[in-house]
């Protein structure tokens, strides 16, 4: 029972446009969400995240939007650049347990092309 | 800056075999966990630790157990190694209002 789930296991990006990493969830509990990164042989980092009583927020080149009505959120990297090329994966909590249960998703595998 | 420490990049053992894989942190965070990531199914708990001798089982629990005798370590214990637990393993640890911070992972082959 995948409780996050991005659906897209990879994704190619030529350099400098867009890429929009999504992610879905079916807990109505979760409502605070993050995105990590990882590259290969390293542990993943924190990229950003969000609360539910937001919509969107805002880091740099990374942005997160929260539709809490679609169980669904997407990270914009504008534009994206060839070091940007990692594993993302969403993960999503309910904030009452603090950071204690973390669901992660699945990963999406991004390519920046230069 | 935090540290997360994993006792080995990679470990090859054979079947049956008990491995011990560790983990030690020095920001004296309270919550520590195991997770492994493999292809296609993305990061998944295994335990978590939220004080010493404390823990609690997470999604995939059978064939692993835990042990935190002290605050900063962490360890997991492969009773019998199989195959099927050939994988990425991954610790990582939060304080009361953190997110994750991760060690480096240790890349487990069970032959």
């Known amino acids: 029972d995948q409780q996050v789930k991005q659906n897209s296991p990879s994704l190619s990006v030529q350099e400098g446009r867009i890429s929009i990493l999504n992610c879905d969830y079916t807990n109505s509990m979760f409502d605070y969400f993050l995105w990590y990164k990882k590259y290969p042989a390293e542990g993943p980092t924190f990229l950003i995240s969000i609360s539910s009583i937001k919509d969107k927020n805002e880091d740099g080149r990374f942005t997160v939007f929260l539709n809490k009505s679609a169980k669904h959120l997407s990270l914009h990297i504008v534009p994206s650049q060839p070091g940007d090329s990692a594993v993302y994966f969403c993960a999503a909590t309910p904030s009452y347990r603090g950071y204690q249960k973390v669901t992660f998703g699945t990963g999406t595998k991004l390519q920046v092309i230069p | 800056d935090v540290k997360v420490t994993q006792s080995s990049r990679y470990l090859v053992k054979r079947t049956g075999e008990k491995v011990f894989l560790e983990c030690v942190q020095d920001m004296d965070h309270e919550n520590m966990f195991w997770y492994r990531q493999d292809p296609g199914l993305g990061l998944r708990l295994i335990y978590f630790?939220?004080?010493?001798?404390?823990?609690e089982k997470g999604d995939i629990p059978e064939g692993y157990s835990v042990s935190r005798e002290k605050k900063e370590r962490f360890s997991l214990i492969l009773e019998s190694a199989s195959t099927n637990q050939t994988s990425m393993y991954l610790c990582?640890?939060?304080?009361?209002?953190?997110?994750?911070?991760f060690g480096q992972g240790t890349r487990l082959t069970v032959v």
């Open positions: 990582a640890t939060t304080g009361a209002n953190t997110e994750a911070f």
């Open positions: 630790s939220y004080d010493v001798k404390m823990k």
